[in-house]
């Protein structure tokens, strides 16, 4: 009698590679002890909670937003002033950065709800810049041009994250966390509601579904994981300034999460990791990055519409690549 083998499925194939890279995260700064290698590992768990976030925004609610640079910037600033004009303690900061920026986030929702896609990205766009215009010359609060500086190191339950890999397994948690309840929601009610919004405004609308309700709630809370990594990533470089959150920086998370594929919080994190080791890897051309994330994009475009961990629905027809098929097909066909 031939022994029955128990397949295994996908989504236990993803678990596992789950498991295995928690692991790898975990072991990371005790194998690489470089401050400089441990700072990449920093700026790309960061970077990947500002794509995490971007992603319950653009790719499982539908709303091409250009400008969430404002809302990392956003929880930067609160949690930096804070820290450093009124004393608060790391853990009130932190809070503050989430409400500041879950405030700013409905606000900014609002009227984005009364245009079409192509308009609402260049609302974002203008948030974005009138952010840094703001911090640039509301120099009595924000430092103007020269930011802020001497931002202490976070403090919790009595220990200081001073050191690099101190700070680096704090950051690490927090991902973690945000990333297990990002992916329940994605496949709760609430979550395959807002990709019904996605695919189908109409139809979800038909079926009962409040698509501005939904809406609202996706700025929310992609604007709170943005507001997160702000207020970490102040504390951990110490200084903050108006360059850090320029419109360039909100391009490249939008960059980030299309490279990763829409609709996958494992791509954002993948996309965040591309473009922060990358650029470090060939740092003699890091001054051309966004050129070549441009030329990245194109790539992804006619290789992989779907990007590298999106799924296979957001390649729409197939693609340009389809289309250049058929065109070719008909060309030699005499047609």
Known sequence: MKEKYRKITGSQYKKYWVFV???CSLAFPQVFQSGLII???VTTLVYALVSMGNMVIVGYCGLLQCGHGAFYGLGAYVSAILATALDCPFWICFLAAIVGSAVFGFLISLPCLRVQVDFLSLMTIAFAQIFTTVVTNWKSVTGGPGGIAAIPAP?????KFSSQTSYYYLVLVIMIIVYWALHNLMQSPIGRAMQAVRDDEMGARSMGINANHFKIL????????????????AHYLRYIGPSSFTLDVSLLFMQMIILGGLGSLSGAVAGAAFFTIIPEV????????MGLGGAIMLIVVLLRPQGLMG???FAGTGGI???FKWFRKRRYNGK
Do not use: E
């Open 321 to 323: 690549l389809k289309d």
């Open 218 to 233: 996706a700025f929310v809370m992609g604007s709170v994981v943005a507001g997160i990594a702000g207020s970490l990533m």
């Open 155 to 159: 403090q919790l339950f009595g220990y």
């Open 21 to 23: 890279l928690v692991l």
């Open 282 to 289: 060939i740092r003699p051309l890091a001054v051309y990055r």
């Open 39 to 41: 700072r990449i590992g």
């Open 311 to 313: 799924s296979k629905a």
